[in-house]
C-alpha cells in the first residue's frame, strides 16, 4: 500500500539549531516528492519538491531535502533553524502508478525556542 | 503566483443541516481540485478528485452522497456536506493543479474549519 511515514510527530529545538525531519515512503512506480510547510493560522505552503535529476534539492527559506531512492526516503534539513520556522511540516509523495494522487505524512510540529 | 481561495474560513451549523464550502482557483483555470479531511493531530486525507464538468471520483470510504462535488467552471469547485453531523466536524482543504503538470504538486486553499454542533 501507499503510505508516507513521518518519525516525529513534535520536535523541539533551540534557535541556531540543525535540524533534520525524516520521512519515507512506500509507494511503487516512480514518485514526485514534496515537504509542504503550514504556518500557524496560515495554508499549507510547498517548500520544495523532487522530480528528478539532483537528489539533493533545495527550496524556500534555507531548507532542503535529499531523495535517497536505497532507503525510500527523503529527510529535510535545515543547518539553523529560526523562531519563525515553528510550524507544522508535512511529507508528501504522489506519482504515475497512483493517478498522482497526493499522500501526505501526519506531520511533524516543530517549536522552535527563542 | 498561483493562488487558490477557500470560503467560508470557518463555519458552525446544527446538526442534520447541510454547508456549501467554495473552493476558487483566483489567477489560473483548474480542471481538477482535490479535497482533504484533516482530523486534529492527523494528516492529511484526500476525499475526492473533482474534474471539471464531470463526476468526482471519491476515495474508498467517501459517501458520495454525503459529501457532494460540484465543479461547474475551471475556477470553482464546492464542496456540500449534507445532513451534516458532530463526526463531520472537520477541517476541509482543496487544492488545484495550477497546470504546470500533473503531479508536479499543487496549491492548497486556507481551508475550512467546520464545526457541527
Keep these: 500500500a501507499q503510505s508516507v511515514s513521518q518519525h516525529n510527530h513534535h520536535v523541539i529545538l533551540s534557535e541556531a539549531a540543525s535540524l533534520e525531519l525524516g520521512c519515507n515512503y512506500s509507494y511503487g512506480g516512480t514518485v514526485n516528492l514534496f515537504w509542504y510547510v503550514q504556518y500557524p493560522g496560515q495554508h499549507l505552503q510547498l517548500l520544495l519538491k523532487y522530480f528528478s535529476g539532483d537528489p539533493l534539492v533545495k527550496g524556500i527559506k534555507g531548507f532542503e531535502a535529499e531523495f535517497i531512492k536505497s532507503k525510500f526516503s527523503f529527510n529535510l534539513r535545515k543547518p539553523s533553524v529560526q523562531w519563525s520556522d515553528t510550524a507544522e511540516y508535512f511529507c508528501a509523495v504522489n506519482g504515475n502508478t497512483g493517478g498522482f494522487k497526493t499522500i501526505f505524512g501526519a506531520g511533524t510540529r516543530l517549536f522552535v525556542k527563542a | 503566483g498561483a493562488v487558490v481561495s477557500q470560503h467560508p474560513s470557518w463555519v458552525i451549523c446544527k446538526s442534520g443541516t447541510s454547508v456549501k464550502i467554495e473552493c476558487r ?39 458520495k452522497d454525503k459529501f457532494l462535488i460540484n465543479h461547474a467552471s475551471l475556477t470553482l469547485s464546492t464542496l456540500t456536506v449534507t445532513s451534516a453531523h458532530p463526526e463531520d466536524s472537520s477541517f ?12 508536479y504538486g499543487y496549491t492548497f486553499g486556507s481551508g475550512t474549519r467546520l464545526t457541527v454542533v
Excluded: H
Aim: aromatic content about 14%.
Design chain 2, 25 to 63: 482557483s483566483l489567477d489560473f483555470q483548474a480542471t481538477t481540485m482535490f479535497w482533504y479531511r484533516q482530523f486534529p493531530k492527523q494528516s492529511l486525507m484526500l476525499m475526492a478528485t473533482s474534474n471539471e464538468g464531470s463526476k468526482a471520483t471519491y476515495e474508498q470510504g467517501v459517501e
Design chain 2, 92 to 103: 476541509y482543504i482543496c487544492s488545484a493543479d495550477t497546470g504546470t503538470g500533473v503531479g
